[in-house]
């Protein structure tokens, strides 16, 4: 998570913090912090009322004591189903068990809580918590990104749900991480085909990073190898046009260098066929799309 989004979270649980420690909480929280005797994981669960359970769970997070505090939070929630304190209880719960590294069951009581309370102010909080932990999942290129599409997905609900909120700038941000390394598992993907000369299949790969992921990392080296494959194939025209969509757009990118190389090496150069899907796709590029 980067440092934008990290400062939002944790700005956002001060303000929770913040709400509570006006509802005749304070001196409890005092009691706890300056008498030494006292040890807050040790305060009872079953028997207290929901306003104190939730000061205890505050108290045990200040003090670092995420677990302790994780199961005040899910006590309010079990005793007191559906009530206000069992709202604010699943948030806090949500937090708590995604800073554990607890990513499933964070999950899990963060979509009950969107369930539930899809419309309340803390919505947009525990929907950006949601892509966080998805986010926290995301392997590298190699293995398989559910994560990631999963993360584009949460994070997306952010922007068009809550497009108001302070969660929107990183939501983007995670969406567009989360889409490079889409767009680069294709590409790996790919490049195994092409090193077997399996082209049609390397090829349908390399499209699908062209045509639903134009906007990432991936994008250049992804023409250069339609360009690289639709030659191997003899299919020229599409490999010339591959590669002057490549130079309208990337004309100082190296793999654009490499392109024209190739085709100038079998007597051709870089030419825009209109009617290729190729030619389509770079008016989307240039378009910014």
Not at 134 to 150: E, F, L
Not at 217 to 231: D, K
């Amino acid at each position: 998570m980067g440092y934008a989004g990290s400062e939002s979270m944790m700005k956002t649980a001060r303000a929770l913090f913040a709400s509570v420690l006006v509802l005749s909480a304070g001196a409890l929280i005092s009691g706890c912090q300056s008498d030494p005797d006292i040890d807050i994981s040790k305060l009872g669960v079953e028997s207290d009322p929901p306003d104190v359970l939730y000061t205890q769970g505050l108290a045990n997070m200040k003090a670092g004591n995420m677990a302790e505090a994780a199961r005040k939070f899910d006590a309010i929630d079990r005793e007191n189903p559906f009530s206000e304190w069992a709202r604010k209880a699943l948030v806090m719960s949500t937090f708590v068990k995604y800073r554990q590294g607890r990513l499933d069951d964070a999950l899990a009581s963060g979509n009950r809580y969107m369930a539930q309370y899809p419309k309340s102010k803390d919505a947009p909080y525990v929907q950006y918590l949601i892509g966080l932990t998805y986010s926290k999942q995301i392997v590298d290129v190699t293995q398989d990104q559910r994560a990631a599409a999963k993360t584009v997905e949460a994070m997306q609900a952010v922007i068009d749900n809550y497009p108001d909120s302070e969660y929107v700038d990183d939501a983007q941000a995670k969406i567009r991480f989360a889409r490079d390394q889409i767009a680069g598992k294709e590409m790996q993907v790919g490049r195994y085909y092409m090193e077997r000369k399996e082209y049609l299949a390397a090829i349908s790969r390399f499209r699908t990073v062209v045509e639903k992921y134009p906007n990432t990392n991936q994008i250049e080296e992804a023409l250069a190898r339609l360009v690289e494959a639709y030659y191997a194939m003899g299919i020229v025209e599409e490999a010339q046009t591959a590669a002057a969509v490549l130079g309208h757009n990337y004309p100082d990118s190296q793999w654009y260098a490499d392109s024209f190389k190739l085709l100038k090496n079998g007597g051709t150069e870089p030419r825009e066929n209109p009617g290729s899907w190729i030619a389509a796709a770079g008016k989307k590029l240039l378009l910014g799309s």
